[in-house]
């Protein structure tokens, strides 16, 4: 049997989050949760899930997020399974909060999320292999072809290569206090 939360819509959510009847549970990794957040929100990583500790006090619905609600909705059984009694999620997550022009805390300073770093390099080095394939010499077609192995082996393996290097990267590292 499949579990499933119960959809609240962002007014819904607001007024019990300001009543102290809700405890939001924001998914999404820290990197994305640092870019932008609902004020309030517990960040727990699906990537970390096993060992997150909830910590929701008694009659508190708990309530998931995410960006847009489909990655709570394909993690559901995992997340419904830590809660007694009925789970929540937010309809639309992050985006459909601010869609319904309720607030979100937004850090400019933080780094771009690793994933849309990631999505930004490789189609940088497609664009740059496939430009220079034409214009210079067609060996650089090679360049594209070789970004592309790798995100097809990402995809299939979860391992992202060129995730691992940006994380690295001097404006991905964390600022001193």
């Known amino acids: 049997m499949t579990s499933q939360l119960v959809a609240l819509n962002p007014a819904d959510l607001a007024e019990r989050i300001r009543t102290g ?3 939001l549970v924001d998914v999404r990794e820290p990197d994305e949760f640092a870019r932008r957040h609902i004020a309030g929100a517990l960040s727990r990583p699906l990537s970390q899930w096993e060992d997150a500790h909830l910590s929701i ?3 508190q619905d708990v309530v998931f997020t995410c960006k847009s609600g489909a990655r709570t909705q394909g993690a559901c059984d995992r997340l419904a399974a830590r809660v007694e009694g009925t789970a929540y999620v937010l309809s639309g997550g ?3 909060w601010e ?4 607030p979100v805390t937004v850090d400019r300073k933080a780094p771009l999320e690793i994933m849309r ?3 930004i390099a490789a189609g940088s080095l497609v664009l740059i292999g496939v430009l220079l394939g034409f214009l210079v010499a067609p060996a650089w077609f090679g360049l594209a072809g070789f970004v592309g192995a790798g995100l097809t082996f ?3 393996s979860g391992f992202c290569g060129m995730a691992r290097l940006l994380m690295l990267a001097p404006w991905n590292r964390p600022r001193a206090a």
């Open 21 to 23: 009847r809700a405890v």
């Open 57 to 59: 006090a008694a009659g």
């Open 94 to 96: 992050v985006d459909g």
């Open 99 to 102: 869609r319904a022009g309720l």
């Open 117 to 119: 770093q990631v999505q």
């Open 154 to 156: 990402a995809g299939i």
